[in-house]
């Protein structure tokens, strides 16, 4: 973990009221987000992914209990009051959901949905904040953009949407991107063009990004370092270069269980049990059950997340994961 950190989660910890008890759906994320760099999160459906981002901008649910921190900047967003979180929301961070349909109000124009914010907060002349908006609509790869203007959103597809959506989040020039799963309604080829032009707007303005994903390939090709998450709580961290040294064995099992395209002939491979959400994870080690090399620590004590050269790993055995993945590597190279 670094000291210059744009964004940081400190042992975050999050309960949600169900049926009159709190359940945990996240019990420990700690990561760090340098300024200009992008962190991928990744994690299977129910991990606490996207209530991770969203803590940021401290949009949970009603009756969520937060421990623990967020840090941007230095500065505690749960501690934050109305005018500084104001100011976060509008200026410092923003964020493309999963859905441009839900985010959109559907009875306005899509010219009132991206000027409203630099007019009412910013003060821009609306004529000035159109022009701002036309020439980001064209950035993002939207063709005859004075047009779409005047177009509701049940006019345009969720291509189009989704780069609104940037064009939007883009237009208040922020500091940090939040990317929740921004590709997942979309067709894969409108998938490739849409991450391209996240990717390149935030390497050309020097944004940070935190981007939410079940893709381990994609995070790794448009981050600078992963962070993966299991149950609710962060199991391993390293750079997306890196990925092949992985520690932690939820990790190496994500990364055998990718279709390999030049072996025709072999199934795929898929990890064994039932993911658990992070309410039914007991008090060792959520992977424990699913886990190979588990021993009789693991399902009495959760591991916290420790260095390992250029690698964070919450696992208690880290180093012998690591070897048999690196036999079982010069095992296929022999085959």
């Given at each position: 973990?670094?000291?210059?950190?744009?964004?940081?989660?400190?042992?975050?910890?999050?309960?949600?009221?169900?049926?009159?008890?709190?359940?945990?759906?996240?019990?420990?994320?700690?990561?760090?987000?340098?300024?200009?760099?992008?962190?991928?999160?990744?994690?299977?459906?129910?991990?606490?992914?996207?209530?991770?981002?969203?803590?940021?901008?401290?949009?949970?649910?009603?009756?969520?209990?937060?421990?623990?921190?967020?840090?941007?900047?230095?500065?505690?967003?749960?501690?934050?009051?109305?005018?500084?979180?104001?100011?976060?929301?509008?200026?410092?961070?923003?964020?493309?959901?999963?859905?441009?349909?839900?985010?959109?109000?559907?009875?306005?124009?899509?010219?009132?949905?991206?000027?409203?914010?630099?007019?009412?907060?910013?003060?821009?002349?609306?004529?000035?904040?159109?022009?701002?908006?036309?020439?980001?609509?064209?950035?993002?790869?939207?063709?005859?953009?004075?047009?779409?203007?005047?177009?509701?959103?049940?006019?345009?597809?969720?291509?189009?949407?989704?780069?609104?959506?940037?064009?939007?989040?883009?237009?208040?020039?922020?500091?940090?991107?939040?990317?929740?799963?921004?590709?997942?309604?979309?067709?894969?080829?409108?998938?490739?063009?849409?991450?391209?032009?996240?990717?390149?707007?935030?390497?050309?303005?020097?944004?940070?990004?935190?981007?939410?994903?079940?893709?381990?390939?994609?995070?790794?090709?448009?981050?600078?370092?992963?962070?993966?998450?299991?149950?609710?709580?962060?199991?391993e961290e390293l750079p997306a270069q890196?990925?092949?040294?992985?520690?932690?064995?939820?990790?190496?099992?994500?990364?055998?269980?990718?279709?390999?395209?030049?072996?025709?002939?072999?199934?795929?491979?898929?990890?064994?049990g039932n993911p658990l959400s992070a309410?039914?994870?007991?008090?060792?080690?959520?992977?424990a059950p699913r886990c190979p090399m588990?021993?009789?620590?693991?399902?009495?004590?959760?591991?916290?997340?420790?260095?390992?050269?250029?690698?964070?790993?919450?696992?208690?055995?880290?180093?012998?994961?690591?070897?048999?993945?690196?036999?079982?590597?010069?095992?296929?190279?022999?085959?």
């Open positions: 973990m670094t000291d210059d950190s744009l964004l940081r989660f400190e042992n975050l910890h999050v309960t949600l009221p169900v049926k009159g008890e709190h359940r945990t759906v996240i019990h420990r994320v700690d990561l760090d987000v340098r300024a200009g760099s992008s962190v991928g999160l990744v994690g299977e459906s129910g991990s606490g992914k996207s209530l991770t981002a969203r803590s940021v901008l401290r949009l949970l649910p009603p009756g969520a209990h937060v421990t623990g921190d967020v840090r941007f900047d230095g500065d505690s967003v749960p501690a934050m009051n109305p005018a500084a979180l104001r100011t976060l929301r509008s200026r410092d961070i923003a964020m493309v959901f999963q859905d441009p349909r839900a985010h959109i109000n559907p009875l306005r124009t899509i010219g009132d949905f991206l000027t409203e914010g630099l007019v009412s907060v910013r003060g821009t002349v609306r004529s000035k904040a159109e022009a701002q908006a036309t020439a980001l609509l064209e950035e993002v790869g939207i063709a005859d953009a004075a047009r779409r203007l005047r177009q509701r959103p049940a006019e345009l597809s969720g291509g189009l949407l989704q780069r609104v959506m940037i064009a939007s989040a883009l237009l208040a020039e922020p500091r940090l991107l939040l990317a929740d799963e921004p590709t997942t309604a979309l067709d894969v080829t409108t998938q490739a063009e849409v991450m391209a032009i996240i990717d390149e707007a935030r390497t050309q303005r020097g944004l940070a990004m935190l981007f939410i994903t079940h893709d381990l390939a994609l995070a790794a090709a448009v981050c600078d370092r992963i962070a993966v998450v299991y149950a609710g709580s962060t199991v890196h990925l092949h040294n992985a520690h932690h064995p939820y990790t190496r099992a994500l990364l055998s269980s990718r279709p390999d395209l030049g072996a025709d002939d072999e199934p795929l491979r898929s990890i064994p309410f039914e994870a007991g008090p060792g080690c959520a992977f588990a021993q009789d620590r693991c399902t009495t004590e959760r591991p916290a997340l420790s260095p390992i050269q250029d690698v964070y790993a919450a696992c208690h055995f880290p180093h012998h994961t690591h070897a048999a993945a690196g036999a079982a590597d010069r095992s296929g190279d022999d085959a």
